[in-house]
């Protein structure tokens, strides 16, 4: 079992739906949960960061997670052609590296 | 704030070379982070390094290696380059050891034929 699984997709959704992106993982010890946006031949941009099982909002985003479950999601509200990019979730613990998921590519068509 | 600066942006090498990548970590960065990023693949680790010294390393053969200079800047080496080191190179920057908010660069793409 892979320590990080996210769908790969592709995603493809109409301009102002809502997406829910998802991770798991199986190593309980991480504690600290990222969301990363990557546009097409650019490095991550860091979203979201939580250190808590439960919400944490920013703006259209929300970031969930569920230590209980092994479970974290994003969600993009009111999704615009400007959100298409790969989604890449993180995990680290209190003393080692941090862990990228593989990512899911976003479509949002106007 | 100028960001995370990686030199140089595009780079082919031929099988058995080696290759120095650069990583200009943000201002008041201390800790640098460097990432192997296949074609649809989620970031590689390959090591850390905080205040000059090495804090962590990934799965990687020892002819990956590195260095993080007094101004937190730093490299990445690569010898006897093998055409699965074809990839984007990706430097992250964090102003502490334990703060998981990185900063990436956009990467050096390796092109190794």
């Known amino acids: 079992q892979k320590e990080v699984e996210q769908d790969p997709g592709p995603l493809s959704v109409p301009e102002g739906a809502i997406v829910s992106l998802n991770c798991t993982y199986s190593?309980?010890?991480?504690?600290?949960f990222m969301w990363y946006r990557q546009y097409s031949r650019k490095g991550p941009e860091l979203l979201m960061y939580?250190?808590?099982?439960g919400n944490k909002e920013d703006g259209r985003f929300t970031a969930q997670v569920d230590k209980s479950s092994k479970y974290i999601s994003l969600f993009i509200r009111d999704s615009q052609p400007s959100d298409s990019a790969t989604y890449l979730c993180?995990?680290?613990?209190?003393?080692?590296?941090?862990?990228f998921g593989p990512g899911t590519s976003l479509s949002v068509i106007p | 704030e100028t960001g995370v600066t990686q030199s140089p942006t595009h780079l082919i090498k031929t099988r058995g070379q080696q290759v120095t990548l650069r990583c200009s970590s943000q201002?008041?960065?201390?800790?640098v982070s460097w990432y192997q990023q296949a074609l649809g693949q989620g970031p590689q680790f390959i090591f850390q390094?905080?205040?000059?010294?090495?804090?962590g390393r990934g799965n990687f053969p020892p002819r990956f290696s590195g260095l993080q200079f007094p101004n937190y800047s730093s490299e990445l080496n690569v010898n006897a380059l093998e055409l699965d080191d074809s990839a984007l190179y990706l430097c992250?920057?964090?102003?502490?050891?334990?703060?998981?908010?990185?900063?990436f660069g956009s990467g050096t793409r390796l092109t190794v034929v």
């Open positions: 201002s008041g960065h201390n800790t």
């Open positions: 939580t250190y808590s099982s």
């Open positions: 390094y905080y205040r000059e010294e090495e804090n």
């Open positions: 190593n309980s010890a991480f504690q600290y």
């Open positions: 993180a995990l680290g613990t209190s003393y080692d590296k941090v862990i």
């Open positions: 992250a920057s964090s102003p502490a050891l334990r703060d998981y908010g990185y900063t």
